[in-house]
Nanobody
């Protein structure tokens, strides 16, 4: 069983930056494709970004391209989501997810096998 622990959320003003981190317990992340999803109040869970096992392939939802960067440091067993130029519409609970069945993570949340508990990101205008 993989347990994912997210950290780094908070309350910031529009235009600010935050970096989210996700680290598993009990397993090494190098064997998983990883993704970040988010869920705003009253909305469905939304794909944000994904990164392949080796870190060479990345995918982003259009609304965050150029502002967010997903990365992984397998030697530190951690993945990151660097978020720049934050907007109020980025406000959501952000979840880290791991997919053990593929090399490159997809955009469908139900394809992922393990989830973190989520970290709140609130962007004020």
């Amino acid at each position: 069983q993989v347990q994912l622990i997210e950290s780094g959320g908070g309350l910031v003003q529009a235009g600010a930056s935050l970096t989210l981190s996700c680290a598993p317990t009990g397993r090494t992340i190098s064997t998983y494709a990883m993704g970040w999803f988010r869920q705003a109040p009253g909305k469905e869970r939304e794909f944000v970004a994904a990164i392949s096992r080796g870190g060479t392939n990345r995918d982003y939802v259009e609304s965050v391209k150029g502002r967010f960067t997903i990365s992984r440091v397998n030697t530190k067993n951690t993945i990151y989501l660097q978020m720049n130029s934050l907007k109020p519409e980025d406000t959501a609970v952000y979840y880290c997810a791991a997919d053990q069945d593929v090399i490159v993570g997809g955009r469908v949340w139900s394809d992922y096998d393990y989830w973190g508990q989520g970290t709140q990101v609130t962007v004020s205008s």
